[in-house]
Every structure is written in C-alpha cells, then in structure tokens.
C-alpha cells in the first residue's frame, strides 16, 4: 500500500484549514457546516488510491442498516475505510461508544471533529488527535489511508468474508469485461467467436449476459481451483476451461493483465489461500465451494438462479437416496452399483455430490472401470462443472490415490440431448463425451433437478427455456391424458425432466430424483400419474413436505430441506424388465412429520439410512389417479354435479348449472382493480398509451428477428406484461379505455371494487361477459362463487351480484362462480342457467312441483355453507366441484339459502352492530383509515390514532371465508396499500362517505353473527 503523498504545503490541507476559520467565524458549529470541508480533503486523498468516498451509503450490519457519513469503496465497491463526521459541540469520545453501541464497524474507522480525530483499526483505538495542527491531521490521515487489514486468522472468518463479497466482485469483473468489449479487438472477435459456439453447443438464445457470466465465472473461480485446491493445473487439464482460457487470453493481453485484476481482490484470495494452506481436509474446503456455487448465482446471477434451480443437495438426502438406489439394484435386479454395464448418470450434476457419493459406496477394485466407463454426468452451468469436474476427480483420487480426468462430464443442456440434433458441443472433446454418452446404456439416473414451474412475472423476462421433441412428450403423455383445466404447472422443468429420465432409461433401472412433490397431489398432474404407472413397476414416494403456501404456518427456512417454500420428496422409480407385459406401477407412500424442523427429517434420513427402513403405506389410485392417502366420500358420486366441463361444451346436459366460470384473472390487480373509480380511470389510461406504443412499435420494428420479450418496455411503473397481453401485441390489438368498462367487482369478501373489465387488460375474464355484460345485470343475476378443486385453505362459498375476483375468497386460492341468468355480450337474450333436467330431477325426487329453479340455486346456496357436508366430503371436493345430494328436508335448505344470500349480497344494507367508540380526546374526530388492527383479545379495533371500536362479540370469528374471518377480511383489505413494483397506490377511504368503513365493520359483525345463526340452524344432511 503506498504511502498516502499529503503535505501542510498541500492547497487542499490549507484550503481545508481556510474553511475551517470562515465558519468559526460564522459560529456554525453544527456537523452539517463542518464536515464538507473534511470530504474534500478525504476526496482528495481517495483518488490517490483510485478509491471514491460514498456520503451516507447504507451498510448492512445484522437487521440494520447504518448509514456512516463517508465509505471509502474501491472499484469493486469493497470497502476500505469508513468516516464519521462530528460538530465541535460533540463529546467525541461518547460519540464514539454510541455509534459502537449501534454497530459501527471497528475495522477502520475515523471519528472526526474540527478540532479531533479518533481512528479505531482492527477492534483498536490507534490513534486521538488533536487536528487543529495541520502536521497531526496529515498524520491521522496517512494511518487512515495506509491500514491494511490484518489477514483473516480463520479460514470460517476468510470464507464468510469472501461469501460476502461474491456479487460485488462479480460485478466489478463485469464492469471491466463491458468496458473492454467496447474498446479490446482482439477481446471483440474472441469473445464472438466464443459466443457463437456457446449459442450453438448451449442455448441458440444465450444472451450476451449469459455468456458474460460464463467469462466472470471463469475468472473467479480460476484462481481458487489454483490456489486454494493447490490444482495449478486445472485451466489447462480441464477441456472447457482450456477453451474459455483462450477467450480471457484475449481479454486480459491488452492494457488490463489478469494479474492485476487479481491483485485488487488479493486482500480476499489472500486470506482464504493462507486459511487453506493449514487445511488438509478437502471437505472442508469442499464446503467453501458449495457456498461459492449457491452465493455466485443466488447473489449475483439471481434469474439463473432461479430458472436453472441452483441449490445445493444437503449430504442427508444424498446419502439416502444413493443407499436406496444400492438397496434396490441388490433386491430387485441382483446387481450393485458396482457392477458392470450399471451405468449411472446425473444429468443435473450441480457440485457432482451424488456421484462422490456413489463412488464412496462402490467397491475400490470396481471404481476404475466404472469411473472411465460407467458413470456420466451433465452440467449446464460454467461454475458448477468446472467445480463438479474437480471434486469428482478428487474423490477419485483420494479413493484411488492416483489421479485420472474425468471423461464422464458434459457441458451440456441435458434436455438439448433428447432435441436429435447432431451439432457440436462446445469442443471436439465434449461432443465426442455427449455422443458416448448418449450410446451408453443408462441403468440408474440419480438427480436433484431443477424446479421452476414458470415466472410469476411476465415483466420479469425469465421465461424457463422451451425444448420442442420433450415439450411435444410432455404435451403427448402427461398433458394429454389430465383431466385437469389448467396445465400450467405441466410447464415445470422438474416435470420436464422426469419426462426425460423416464424416457431415457431403457426397458429397466432405476430413476432417483429428489423434487417438487406437487405431483403426487395436485390436480394437474393426474396424466402424468396415470403414465407414471405405466412407464414403471414399483414407486417408492417419501414425502418430505414444506409446503409453506399450503400450510402457512410453516417457515420455508425452518420446516423445508431446502429452506424454500415448494414442497419437496423423494421419489424412487423402478422399472423391471417386463417387455410383455403392460405395467402398472405399486405405489408406496410415506412422509415425515408436517411440523418436523429440517433438521428433524435430516436426523430421520440418516437414522433410516434407505427405502429398505421406512415403514410404506400402499396407494391404490382411483380411477381418475388420485394418489391421495385421504379417504375419499364413495357417497359424494350420489350427488347431482353443480357442473360439469361436458355441459359446459353442451355435450351433456345432466348438470345441474350449463355454465360455470373461474372469477375474474387481471394478473395486474395493482392497475386494474381500485376504491376510486377516477384512479382507475387514470392508471388504465396511462397502461393503455404505453401498450398501445408497444404495438406500433413492434409492429414496426426494423429487427424482424427480435426477440419480443427482450423487445418491449418491462417497466414496472408503466406497463404489466401477461402471456394474454403478448399475444394481443403480436397480433396488432390496440386497446382503448371507455367509462363503460370500469365496472363494480367484488375483490375480496365484502370488499367491493372498481376494475377495468376489459378484452385486452383483463388477462382471463372467464364467462363473466356472459354472466355479468353490462351494469344493469347486478340488479337481478347472482352468483355462487365455490372453491375450486385443490383449493389450500378452508373450503369456502359466498354469492355475489357483481363480477367476483379469480381469487376472491381467498388469495392462494382459486374460485368457480355458478351464475343464475346467462345473456348474450350485449345483456339481452337473458336464459336461466339451471338445467331443466336438474329441475326434474329435483321434482321428482320430493314429489314437489312447486320447486323452482331459484329454490335450487337457494339449496344449494344454504347446502354448501353445511358443516357436516363439507367435513365428510373434504377430499373429495379437493379433486372435483362439488355434487349435491338430496336431503331429507329441502325447503328447510332452500328457506336458509334465500336468508343467507339476502345477508351476504346486501351486506351493505345490514344493521351495523352497535360497537363502542372510544375517542382520544387529544385529537380532532378523523375517520380516515391507514391501517387498522385488532387489541390482543381481538374485542377491540384500533380504527386510527383518534378511535377504537370495543365490544366486537367473539362469535363473530366463527364465520370464516378462506383463512380469514370475515371480519378480519374487512380489516385486511380496508388499509391504504402500495403495490410495491407499479408504485401505484389504492387507498379505501371515501370523500364523499367518511363513515363507510367504520360502519361497514358493524353491518359486517352482523353478516357474521346473523351467518352463523343461519348456518347453526340448518337442516340435517341425512
Ligand atoms: C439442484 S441443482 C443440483 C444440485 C446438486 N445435486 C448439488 O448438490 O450440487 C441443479 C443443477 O442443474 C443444472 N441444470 C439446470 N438445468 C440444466 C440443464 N438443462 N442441463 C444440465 N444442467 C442443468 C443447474 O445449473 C444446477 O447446477
């Protein structure tokens, strides 16, 4: 570190003691005054290091953030120095032990006043000065600016320190990689080149970011597979790294040397290499890799990191499921995974600790021809195939004592490799790797696979990658035999590559892949189910849970394996050579315990050790694959259907409503849906100019290749893609606002919106332009909006006389609304929407014809509100719409449904329910609304700082809708909200109704309390 070059004779020191005296002067003391003067000098002496001094950047330390008056940051925004500025009124001294008592940092740090100086270095008070001398300021200055951090003692403190700073060094490493792609020739043409053949072996739509990262990863990671893994040979024995050397040969030749690149980072590398050098135990080091793997993508590449799945596999699961998979060979095929022409492959290797392991359980005198033979594996991503190339190599080593390359591995998109392209991979070496591997008979495919169903964001542009021949098996097998409406979730990549793997493994082997579990369940899933069945003889599913969406009282951290909020298991399939016979899977089912911490079912694994150890429960799927563990209601196949997909396509007629349809889905409630009407009508207007831009601008676009979600604007505050608005765009739709359009719709349970209903900017309407066309049909049509199948929550039903929302009763679930009138899209030709055949069905059962298809709708209305109806039928109307059975008392229902849907659609026009007021005298009478919340005890609401409401009656909880209380819905949703990416704010209150809240929450403790009444008097089931 040079010394820093400051003298008294310095104009910037005399200009600083200069200012200094012009304040004095003035008598402004305060620290605003003082510490501009001080900045500049600090600037001054920054520049000298190439440092810049940052004012007030905020520093993370634990769960706060700090916001020191000065950083001194380096290139790479690593930090050098920090700077705290105080006014001569200040104790200096107290000052400093409160800013340490916040966290300040101790690692050099510069406390200063006009008069004083105190500089803290490594946990220690250096120096305390008197700086009103200019020879005693420059000496505080030279200690400040010279320090050099002491190397990190502990290889854990080294690793958490570089672990830190991964995104910023990355992204300094990228700042000079731009720059030189600006100016460097020779690193242009190199660096197309290598992007030409990464767009050819990898991916035909690589960005040049991907492959920016690809050079970033490389220059990171190089040095420690050098120096830390004392492997100083890596970049030239490994044949893709030996490639990209070439490219960063280029980069590195001209005025930027790699060297020196390095040399700034030293402080880092340094202290991880002199760790290392007293560490023999790889493992440990191997640790350091892992966290490099996961932090790399997860803090700097976050969309890889998302649509590629990178996580590492916690050792407990890979330890059981290659135990398992060793347990099966010998149990069912007489093999091991040993044996000769088993022939493993992990296709989504990651840090390669599937196959470390499996080598750990093979036989030593079988390792070598398995390892130059039999076992193969396929990496994506730079980073972790440069790492999996390593640590297998070195297991190899450490098993074998020699050392061998490892031929086995692939840089390759696994799913490029069912595409039946012959193309070249990257380098003669790893194609002739690809097609070996694709001639090799695939026994036993061992895998975590990635999983990302798709973005939840069109704005985003982070589309999961599509790959026709297995997109086309996906759409053939699994999507074309589900009876299921939406098939998003068939869109997942895990689903893609159990797709794959099943396909890959010949006529028997074993398919181990630690996933997503939505598939033993969810409704969407049951085609693939059925060909799971049927591509496979036995099927050992063990349940690890952590679905935090369906079970909210989970934390994904704490509960799941992985820490994340999917559920996950363990599947094992096994496929026997059977070529004659049709096979039909035995399906073995277990879980862990719901509330088990991670660690729990850590513990569980390793205590159980393999599938032979876990006590299985068998599943017989029914007929529509159900492979469900909950006992199903065979009565509920009694009932009349509410509705069917048959009658709907007007196929089939026994039915008791024609048509049904899913709530409205804007996918853009923020722009859409809004208290004020006027808002909407100014937040749509904005959205449609900017959409209508993006029209004419594709549409006139001179790159006719572009590729369109690159091409549009994906800002936030001015537009919100969806795959509907897309497809409008391609096809030249222009959208146009009109007031006609702002129509009344109800969000959420009593909570009443406006929202733009519209072709174009409503992403699904569903059947609502036929169900509610235009205002005046709220005046007589109702809906019943029902939970639809798979719903998570409480399963829940309320009617309504305006368009409900997709998600209306609750927010992770989805609704089916039954109307009573259908019209044409202009509101006339209106038509009852109950069959004839549901009335004749109803007459003839009572004997009654006085029974009108408006008592039915209040039957069913009254009969699906029935506890016992939905506790005995719970399963069952996870997988279908409900069906309804005739009970022994129908007038009873019909009376309860007419009184229930009178409350529940005029729940505006109830009584309130006389609360008391309790006033702040203090404060003037405000009936605004930002946020309310309930007392403790749940008796009291906290309106505003002006008023709270006492006496809220508990059995007002009772009614619940989703997993919310009605009451606690109207709390919810009446609060002032800002949608966090659009900015764009929906605020409750009403100017021209003050009291509508607070007297909406009396009329809505009575809608409870009058439901329940309702509800708790009804008529037996049967
Ligand atoms: C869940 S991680 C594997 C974890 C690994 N078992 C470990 O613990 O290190 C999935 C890996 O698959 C890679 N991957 C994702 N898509 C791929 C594809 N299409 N072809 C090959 N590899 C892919 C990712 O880069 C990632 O490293």
Redesign the pocket.
Known sequence: MPTLNLKATHNVVKDYYDTLKGITTLHLFHEGAVSPAFAALLRYCSRQYGWTLVEKSPLKRGNRTLYPDGTLFDDFKIPHGYWEAKDTEDDLAQEVRKKFATGYPRDNILFQAPDRAILWQNGNQILDEDITESGRLIEVLKAFFGYQPPAFERWELAVEEFKAVIPELAAGVLKLIEAERATNRRFILAFEGFMALCREAINPNLSVQAVEEMLIQHLLTERIFRRVFNNSDFAERNIIAREIEKVIQALTASHFSRQDFLKSLDRFYGALEAAADTIDDYSQKQTFL?TV?EKFFQGFSIKVADT??????PQPI?DFMVRSVEDILQREFGRSLSSKVVHIL?????????LMRIMREMKKTALEYKYKNEIHC????LL?YYVASMNIEHEYYDLTGSYEPFGGICL????ELSEDKQIPMFTTENTQRVNRQKQSPIFVII????YNARQINENDNNKNRKYPSNDKRVAETYAKDSRATNKNALSD?YVKAMRLASDRIGEEGILAFISNNSFINDIAFDGMRRHLTQDFDIIYLLDLGGNVRKNPKLSGTTHNVFGIQVGVSINLFVKKENAKKKREAKIFYASTDEYWRKDQKYEFLDKKSHRGNIEWKEICPDKNMNWSTEVLSTEFETGLPIGTKEAKAETKTETIFQIYSRGAETTRDGWVYNFNQRIVAKNVSLFVAVYNDEVNRWHSRTDRQADLDSFVLNDDTKIKWSSRLKECLLQGQRAEISHDKIRHALYRPFCRQFLFFDAILTHRRGQFPYIFPAPTTEEENRVICVSDKAYRENFSVLMADVIPDLHVLASSDTFQCFPFYTYDEDGSNRQENITDWALEQFRAHYSDTNISKWNIFHYIYALLHHPQYRETYAANLKRELPRIPFTPDFWGFAEAGKQLAQIHVNYEDQEEYPLGMLENDDLPLNWRVEKMRFSKDKTQIVYNDFLTLAGVPPETFEYRLGNRSALDWVIDQYQVKTDKRSGIVNDPNRSDDPQYIVQLIGKVITVSLETMRVVKGLPLLG
């Open positions: 892992n793997y590629h799945g990178i996580v590492y596999t890979v992990d296709p989504f290797v990651g840090t390669g600790n599937f396929n990496e994506v991503m972790p390759v998109d696994t799913f895998s975590n696979p990635p990549v």
